[in-house]
């Protein structure tokens, strides 16, 4: 199994432009969510999901986008980039059952000038 | 809103001896997750602590959840320079693990 997998690793973007990060995980988990951490802080809950075609906005949604067609991926999109967007995005998956441990994607380290 | 604080936010210890991050948290949850970060990484899960009384150790890490008291505790028994990282908890509102509030994390430097 590959686990949770992110791309791109890195990307750099200007003010306005529009981009998406790709999740995917081959675990078949029920549960994705994404997270941003900036310098110095923890994780921030942006988006999650709890099944294909279900997602809910966490604590700091404005500014971007999900879906989850199917179990296996779950983009976020960035509607249009703003330097306050600059972050690292973790993406995280879970079974939900049993540990209810989170598996974590290597992350996504963007910067918007 | 749930608030989950960590302290200290910054240690820096000596290879050998012993100390505790403590965890805090706000609102009632019987799910709570330690984590571990190193510079320029992902999160590396270490401990799920599921219910009050639990604790689990692994190494000379071992960690500890009061629900009643809504605090955890990760307990560091003779460091090793190997254990420097920033360590996070991690508090679950929802029953699938899918929604966590992360403390602002503890950066441990272990010292020679």
Redesign the interface.
Known sequence: NAGVTQTPKFQVLKTGQSMTLQCAQDMNHEYMSWYRQDPGMGLRLIHYSVGAGITDQGEVPNGYNVSRSTTEDFPLRLLSAAPSQTSVYFCASSWGHASYEQYFGPGTRLTVT | ELK?EQNPLFLSMQEGKNYTIYCNYSTTSD?L?WYRQDPG???E?LF?L?SNGAVKQEGRLMASLDTKARLSTLHITAAVHDLSATY?C?V?IE???????????TQLTVNP
Request: charged share 20%; net charge positive.
């Open positions: 989950v799910r997750y990484k992902s999160l899960s799920v599921l996070f991690a679950d029953t699938s693990g899918s929604r966590l509030t992360f403390g602002e994390g």
